[in-house]
């Protein structure tokens, strides 16, 4: 087929998708998971993918066992693997997933000569509590979260919308399509947790080609793009722990060891540490804990924290006086420190080859109105692992931005993005895959 055929047939297809798409977004705004509990949302995509006959690999097979971090609690595990079968995961899913093997792989082999080219889609949510207000589109359309504390406040759920539209495409064009692709739908990507698990089980091994993505960041109008990301922040996520020792705050408070004052040291003395002139750097504690009463001399503290940097040594910067100030709250207050990483993200560099590329694939769009030639990300992704691992092969690795208006920015209980994005991202990406040289 000519390129003027596949783009009228491309039009016609994409406008067709569209209500589906709004569909499975609120499919999965409605039953949000946090990172390596998303069985029933792996469920559904991997449901979706083999009605379109494609090679999907789930459980070990995505994500093997080796480079998994942050793994919530075991009770935590059980009690989402028990919420899944209720709601209908079927027990040959959940033997494979159980104990926080989420996520899956699928693949598409045309049979001919071309290029590997892997898309990667991010499925977890967030611990927040959505808002319930007249003003919050998900909440006044009755799609909005149905686990309490937990909610899609990032577009990770029109992500996975994007990612199923994608693969409709591809079947619809199949005889039109070239090389080898390869969908991931990534588990765990808040804290840079689940991208080092894929990369480990060698689903970027010979790639030539990596595409990945986020709606929103900055609001953008809708039909308006960024072909290249610039500005992402390396990261590392920690968990700290203090032990004292308990004791009787009237009668003996000098036989405790105060793990809540240690904690609330670490916690002021670590917004203090310096920025460094080379560049941006970040930190955050974001949750606090101590005590277990009034009375009691806190044996226990701990802290879930975040460094980050322009680049890696900038956030080895921000990473390594952190321990030292954690450290040494400790011992002011003769109490034991663990310090445990439980996420990393590096900073990645899109090949600027892509910027030209978007822009002539899009010129005949009727949706896709503005390519951005750079747009700065500045903040984390682990999908920097896995750009890092196909150019390290000399592939080729790109970030895309699709523009929508914001009211609420990431993270924020009321954050929504204009659904119309979805069928934008999916016409760009149908476009890489059918209108570039392959």
Known sequence: ???????????????????????WRRAFHRYPEIGWTEYWTTYQIGKELKKLGMKIAVGEDAVGNRKKMGLPHTQILTAAEKKAKKAGVPESWLAKMKGGKT?????WDTGKPGKHVAFRFDIDALPITE???????????????????IMHACGHDGHMAIGLGLAYCMKHFQHDLKGKITLLFQPA???????AAMV????????????????????????????????????TKMDISFKGQAAHAGIEPEKGQNALLACAAASLHLQGISRHSAGMTRINIGRLEAGTGRNIISDTGRMEMETRGETEALNDYMETTARRIIETAGDMYQVSTKIDVVGKTIDAVCDKEWISRIENVCKDSKRINRVIPE???????DATLMMRAVQKRGGKAVYLLFGTPITNGHHHPAFDFDENVLIVAVELLARILLLSEN
Request: net charge negative; aromatic share 8%; hydrophobic share 40%.
């Open 1 to 23: 087929m000519n390129t003027l055929a596949i783009e009228m047939k491309l039009n016609g297809f994409i406008k067709q998708l569209e209500p589906q798409l709004k569909s």
């Open 103 to 107: 996520g899956l792989a699928a693949q």
């Open 131 to 149: 808002a319930c207000d007249a003003l919050h589109a998900p909440f006044v359309k009755g799609f909005s979260s149905n686990e309490s504390g």
């Open 189 to 195: 990507e808040e804290g840079g947790r689940g991208a």
């Open 200 to 235: 480990q089980q060698g689903w970027l091994d010979d790639v030539d080609e990596f595409i990945s993505g986020h709606i929103g960041i900055y609001p953008l109008q809708i039909g308006e793009v960024a072909a290249n990301t610039t500005q992402f922040l390396a990261s």
């Open 375 to 381: 747009v700065p990300f500045g903040g984390s992704e």
